[in-house]
């Protein structure tokens, strides 16, 4: 069975960092692309960050380029996302999952980032 489990969220002043972690289980990491996705109060999801698992090649949206940065350690099976620089548009529940979204989702990380 597919498992994914977000961890890392919390409340941040503006200009503060955090570090997320996704821990994945039931399929191999390597043979996915996996991201990060949230999802703010009244809006649709977002896919914000991918990593690619044959070549580790990364992609960004706009919004987060420069401050966020994804990686991923394949021996653990696990997922990060380093949040720098944050502002409060940032504030979301995080998620991961493969890019695209293949997997059943997991309960997700609040990240809230006060003015």
């Known amino acids: 069975e597919v498992q994914l489990v977000e961890s890392g969220g919390g409340l941040v002043q503006a200009g503060g960092s955090l570090r997320l972690s996704c821990a994945a289980s039931g399929f191999t990491f390597d043979d996915y692309a996996i991201g990060w996705f949230r999802q703010a109060p009244g809006q649709e999801s977002e896919g914000i960050a991918c990593i690619s698992g044959s070549d580790g090649s990364t992609y960004y949206t706009n919004s987060v380029k420069s401050r966020f940065t994804i990686s991923r350690d394949s021996a653990k099976n696990t997922l990060y996302l380093q949040m720098n620089s944050l502002k409060p548009e940032d504030t979301a529940i995080y998620y991961c999952?493969?890019?695209?979204?293949?997997?059943?989702w997991g309960q997700g990380t609040q990240v809230t980032v006060s003015s």
């Open positions: 999952n493969t890019y695209p979204p293949e997997a059943r």
